[in-house]
T-cell receptor, first 112, second 112 residues
Framework: ELKVEQNPLFLSMQEGKNYTIYCNYS?????LYWYRQDPGKSLESLFV?????AVKQEGRLMASLDTKARLSTLHITAAVHDLSATYFC????????????FGAGTRLTVKP | KAGVTQTPRYLIKTRGQQVTLSCSPI?????VSWYQQTPGQGLQFLFE???????NKGNFPGRFSGRQFSNSRSEMNVSTLELGDSALYLC???????????FGPGTRLTVL
C-alpha cells in the first residue's frame, strides 16, 4: 500500500526566508508530483519529477526527487506572501495506474 | 486549450438523496479520475475511467459510482447521501497511464 507523508503540515515563514518541505513515499514510485492549492480552489500542477535525481525550478520554488531514498523535497527560496497556499505531493500507485496518493498537504503561510 | 470543467460547482443536498456530478476532460484526454477532498481525510482517490471502463477504484462504498461516455466525459453518482459525504469533489484528466493529471475546479457538495 502506497503511503505518502509530508512534513511539516503547517509552516509559517517570514518573507525572505528559505525553507524545505519534505515528502516521503513508501513504495517504489519513480514519478512524483507537486501541486499547489489556494483556499477554496482546485489543484494547480507545479512540478512533475520523472526520474531519480530530477530537479526542477520555477521562480522561488525548486523540487527534487531521490527515488532511492523515496524522498522528494520542495525548497522555497526567499519566500514572498504570494507563495502562501497548501502544497501537496503525490505519487502514482504503480505504472499505468492513475490511482494517485496524496500527502496530507503543507499549509504554508508567509508573513511580512 | 480549455481546461477540465466540472458542473455544478456547488450543490446542497439532504441526507438520503442522490447526486450526480459531471466532468468534461481536456480535449484528447481519455482518462478521468475522481477524488474526494475533506479536511479530515485529505485527498482520496475514488476511481478512474479510461475509454469508458473503470480501471481503478479506491476504497469507497458502493454508493459511489461513476461512468464515462464515448466522448470521455464522466459522471460520478453518490446515492443515499450521508453527512460525511460533504466534500470537494475533484476530477482530473490525463492521456492515461502514467501521465500527469490536470484538475478541474471541483464541485463542492454539502449534505444537510
Amino acid at each position: 500500500e502506497l503511503k505518502v507523508e509530508q512534513n511539516p503540515l503547517f509552516l509559517s515563514m517570514q518573507e525572505g526566508k528559505n525553507y524545505t518541505i519534505y515528502c516521503n513515499y513508501s513504495t517504489t514510485s519513480d514519478r512524483l508530483y507537486w501541486y499547489r492549492q489556494d483556499p477554496g480552489k482546485s489543484l494547480e500542477s507545479l512540478f512533475v519529477l520523472l526520474s531519480n535525481g530530477a530537479v526542477k525550478q520555477e521562480g522561488r520554488l525548486m523540487a527534487s526527487l531521490d527515488t532511492k531514498a523515496r524522498l522528494s523535497t520542495l525548497h522555497i527560496t526567499a519566500a514572498v506572501h504570494d507563495l502562501s497556499a497548501t502544497y501537496f505531493c503525490a505519487a502514482h500507485r504503480g505504472y499505468n495506474n492513475n490511482d494517485m496518493r496524496f500527502g496530507a498537504g503543507t499549509r504554508l503561510t508567509v508573513k511580512p | 486549450k480549455a481546461g477540465v470543467t466540472q458542473t455544478p460547482r456547488y450543490l446542497i443536498k439532504t441526507r438520503g438523496q442522490q447526486v450526480t456530478l459531471s466532468c468534461s476532460p481536456i480535449s484528447g484526454h481519455r482518462s478521468v479520475s475522481w477524488y474526494q477532498q475533506t479536511p479530515g481525510q485529505g485527498l482520496q482517490f475514488l476511481f478512474e475511467y479510461f475509454s469508458e471502463t473503470q480501471r481503478n477504484k479506491g476504497n469507497f462504498p458502493g454508493r459511489f459510482s461513476g461512468r464515462q461516455f464515448s466522448n470521455s466525459r464522466s459522471e460520478m453518482n453518490v446515492s443515499t447521501l450521508e453527512l460525511g459525504d460533504s466534500a470537494l469533489y475533484l476530477c482530473a484528466s490525463s492521456f492515461g497511464g502514467y501521465n500527469e493529471q490536470f484538475f478541474g475546479p471541483g464541485t463542492r457538495l454539502t449534505v444537510l
